[in-house]
């Protein structure tokens, strides 16, 4: 590969040299360069580098710049960064000269944070005769791997507790005589189990969501995913002595993707305000057209989230209150999972808090007018006339 492109180098000519090499302004025509060459060949040979998503620079035997592609350009055009760029480039291109194949990574701040791998090898045999530079930009790969670390972490350290929980509370069974002090136990450890199979049961519907990412076009009524996600939760709102207030929803309204993935973020919203409300208290949740979208807002006045808070809570496993959270049975994933929803189906969603006061949670999604949206298959109405 490196006499492959040492040929092309000098051979075919380098098709765009810098304006210092050649004098002029860059490019070669049919004919000419440093050795001549086949004009056609030549823009190919351009056209394949620039299509190139990598930077790369190509240099002479004195490590002087006789190719960059339009990437390697932008990269380079002027200020710090790119002064700090040139700089490690450079660094590279001289141990490629000198018979190494260097791999470094440059970090850089400023304007945005940003990582580079950069690497080099020299070109011709047996001597060199130039080095190539190859710089590609892997901070979204470096950051889908810190966030792969951090949920193989998580999820270890979230099935451990109540798998370690069970382990010890079957343990304490074992040899426990007294009927009461079983019966408790057995309790605590179906409380333990139904945690683990809530956790397991999110984990499923995430990684559901996360490969969802066009879900169907077909039409949901706004008040028809709306209204089961509320009475789905009824229940749960009773136990805890929390009232859940459906608004009147507008009539007309659907939107456009999948159902179960609807009904899940909504649900999940509704049964995050369930628990952290105090006992007594009431969770509204309101539709409102919004343009050609709605939005479906969720409100408690509950504990609140600190403003510190605000900006991590649709991570997943992110909790503001792990105790509580703990208590009610909260896997930390029912945010992240509103979150995916809403980015899979073009919307979006926002929170805001004032902390002892309460929260609202606002899922903005695109919906269309309908005027008839034919029922489910399987539900039924009854006519009274």
Known sequence: MRDEVSQLMWSRAPVRATAAESGESGDYGPSSGPGGGDGAFAARLQAALEG??????????????????????????????????????????????????????????????????????????????????????????????????????????ELKTPTGALTLLAETIDGESDPDVVARLVRRMGGEAERLSRIIDDLLDLSRIDANEAPSGALVPLDDFVTEAVQSLQTVAAGLDVVVDLHPIPAGLAVPGDRRDLVSAVANLVDNAIKYSEAGGTVDVEVVPEGSHAGISVSDRGVGIPTRDLERIFERFYRVDRARSRATGGTGLGLSIVRHVAANHGGRVSVTSIEGQGSTFSLILPAVPVPDVPPRQGDHHDDDD
Do not use: K, M
Not at 119 to 139: H, L, N
């Open 52 to 157: 190139i998503e990598e930077a790369i620079v190509i240099s002479d035997i004195e490590g002087r710049t006789v190719f960059e592609n339009g990437a390697a350009a932008e990269l380079l055009a002027g200020g710090a960064t790119a002064a700090l760029a040139g700089q490690a480039v450079s660094e590279a291109i001289r141990d490629a000269l000198s018979g190494a194949r260097p791999q470094r990574r440059l970090d850089l701040i400023s304007p945005v944070r940003r990582s580079l791998s950069i690497r080099s090898f020299p070109t011709g045999s047996p001597s060199p005769d130039g080095a190539v530079a190859v710089i590609e930009d892997v901070t979204e790969r470096l950051r889908l791997e810190a966030v792969r670390r951090d949920f193989v972490a998580n999820v270890s350290h």
